[in-house]
């Protein structure tokens, strides 16, 4: 009958019960009206003593035997008529007994603790004592008593205190009766909440055999009934197990087909050149992202399109068309984007192969797009270079080869006055410096493009000066150039290379005079400071443009490149940059077209290179 678990826990809360529930009376209802009483009493006590001061006339009054009225014994006696009160003693303020219901005390002195720090203090003071137990005076009491010591105050001072004993007995019956007759009411419905129980679960009990004699019956069905379900079932997770393996299989293949069209997307998107596949009607089927960025075209916009669709050069799609014609392997061929005066035109190389697979793809295309601007620019550079540094050194060559075949015929060297002479020498000297020049260019460019840093052999020296020589030193092309030098009257002193920041000078001039076709007032400004100096060199040029300005520093770049544009090989810039960098300089470039340039270098007074 212990198996269902409400009837249990109920058994279990009944049997908690019954022991808890006398115990809750004894230790909690009993104590509680023991403290009840107490405080009654004391109360009591408070009253009477307090009637009795008033009755006395004792009010604001030090009570001592001289001021203890006549008529207090007869009072005292009409008082203890009451049969509760056991005995009635006064105090002066220093503990003296000035009166008591038993003469004998008279004249005691109460020096106990709690008289000096409670009763003295104007607090009242209570205490139960048991039958058989002292007093707090020390005194045995026969009966059950509450001892209550009231003080009373006069003129804001302690002026003494009235004890009254109170007989509790009767009372400590009545409450001790009423505790005993609460346990017996609590035990006795606990015991019958005890019996309910007990018999609710004797019946729960024979219910639950009935019930699980139905439930045996309705188990051996049930069993019947599964073993019927197990062999349906067995037969289904077979076919469910066949099934699964099938899916299994399907889901295997199509992850391995979703891996390698993911390999091969992530082969194709990793790739920098772009990439075109067309199929046998030259219909678009993919493109990577490199060709959909290089041909400015998404992919959604042009799937299944045919490829005139996309930006490509009339004789590309020729070449598509025609690739029954084609050679055995690759084709390359080269276009270009964008407007032929566009500086953002662009150059590519088109590799096509034709598709070799299943009907559907048979005589399709493969079209491998590369970004040929910069190699094309390069070799247009370089076929400019050739072109230039071959007029350069030819030039300087001839003449040096012609005038020395003068100087070495004696005939003609006899013909020539001495200020002739002299002059085709120095003709010749200038040209062979020129020609050194030019290939101290190249040897520097080429140690740089190699990797190698430009040594620096530095010394102190005064950039007043360098500037004098190189004014010195530059050729003037035609007359109609001036030069206006603006320098401090003080030295500007630096430590560097000096024979590198001539070079840097003298290539800055003859830009400015190269370009400066008009002729003009050519402006070399000099400034200082304790760490910096400063060098800016003003033309009255073409000047240059912003794309010209951007690239004014690459090597084998001119800002005109035409056959009527001035003589050069466009290293000079390239090579001035290089060596105020390696001083710890900087230089840089203000132009306007048409209204002239400055370029302005900043080189530290003492480089820490050197």
Request: glycine share 6%.
């Amino acid at each position: 009958m212990f198996r269902i678990p409400y009837l249990r826990n109920l058994f279990v809360l009944a049997l908690v019960a019954t022991t808890c529930l006398p115990l809750y009376t004894l230790y909690v209802l009993h104590p509680a009206y023991h403290k009840q009483l107490i405080r009654e009493t004391e109360e009591e006590s408070v009253r009477f003593a307090r009637y009795l001061v008033r009755s006395l006339d004792l009010e604001g009054a030090v009570m001592n035997r001289a001021n203890l009225p006549g008529e207090t014994i007869r009072k005292v006696h009409v008082l203890r008529a009451d049969d509760l009160l056991i005995k009635l003693r006064f105090f002066s303020p220093h503990g003296e007994i000035i009166y008591s219901t038993l003469p004998e005390e008279i004249g005691r002195v109460n020096d106990k603790d709690y008289f000096r720090q409670i009763v003295a203090q104007g607090q009242v003071y209570s205490k139960v004592v048991r039958k058989d137990t002292p007093t707090a005076d020390g005194q045995p009491a026969n009966l059950d008593v509450v001892e209550t010591y009231v003080p009373f105050a006069a003129a804001g001072q302690f002026g003494g205190a009235i004890e009254v004993y109170y007989d509790i007995t009767p009372r400590v019956y009545q409450v001790n009766l009423l505790t005993l007759r609460t346990s017996l009411v609590l035990v006795g419905l606990a015991v019958v909440l005890m019996a309910a129980i007990t018999l609710a679960l004797r019946n729960a009990g024979r219910a639950e055999t009935a019930l699980r004699r139905a439930n045996d019956k309705l188990e051996t069905r049930v069993a019947e009934r599964t073993r019927e379900l197990q062999d349906a079932n067995a037969h289904l997770a077979e076919e469910i197990a066949e099934r699964a393996m099938a899916q299994l299989a399907l889901t295997e293949a199509l992850e391995e087909t979703r891996a390698g069209r993911e390999k091969l997307d992530g082969i194709l998107r990793s790739v920098t050149d772009g990439l075109l596949v067309t199929d046998c009607d030259l219909r678009i089927m993919h493109m990577n992202d490199a060709a959909e960025k290089m041909l400015r075209t998404p992919l959604e916009k042009v799937l299944g399109q045919p490829v005139d669709s996309l930006p490509l050069s009339a004789g590309l799609l020729a070449r598509l068309r025609e690739r029954g014609d084609w050679p055995t392997g690759a084709l390359s061929l080269d276009f270009a984007l964008g407007d032929e005066d566009s500086p953002r035109r662009r150059v590519f190389q088109a590799r096509m192969s034709q598709i070799d697979a299943d009907d559907s793809l048979r005589q399709g295309v493969v079209l491998l797009v590369h970004d040929v601007t910069e190699e094309r620019e390069i070799e247009q550079m370089k076929n400019a270079f050739l072109g230039m540094a071959a007029h350069e050194l030819n030039t300087p060559l001839t003449v040096i080869i012609g005038y020395t075949e003068l100087l070495a015929d004696d005939d003609a060297c006899r013909r020539l006055g001495p200020d002739q002479v002299r002059a085709s020498l120095e003709l010749i000297h200038v040209k062979a410096v020129a020609l050194s020049r030019l290939v101290e260019d190249l040897l520097d460019i080429s140690r740089i493009e190699s990797g190698q840093a430009l040594k620096l052999d530095c010394s102190q020296f005064s950039l007043n000066e360098l500037i004098g020589e190189a004014l010195q030193s530059c050729p003037l092309e035609t007359e109609r150039h001036s030069f206006e030098l603006q320098c401090p009257d003080e030295p500007v002193l630096v430590h560097a290379d000096r024979e590198r920041l001539l070079q840097v000078i003298t290539n800055l001039l003859s830009n400015a005079i190269k370009y400066s076709v008009q002729g003009g007032t050519i402006r070399i400004v000099l400034a200082a400071d304790q760490e910096n100096c400063r060098l800016a060199v003003v033309d009255q040029g073409v000047g240059m443009t912003s794309e010209q300005l951007q690239r004014a520093f690459d090597r084998f770049y001119r800002a005109d490149s035409s056959n009527t544009a001035v003589q050069g090989v466009g290293l000079g810039l390239c090579v001035t940059r290089h060596i105020v960098e390696a001083h710890g300089g900087r230089i840089d470039i203000d132009s306007e077209y048409g209204q002239g340039s400055t370029v302005n270098v900043v080189l530290p007074r003492h480089s820490s290179a050197c």
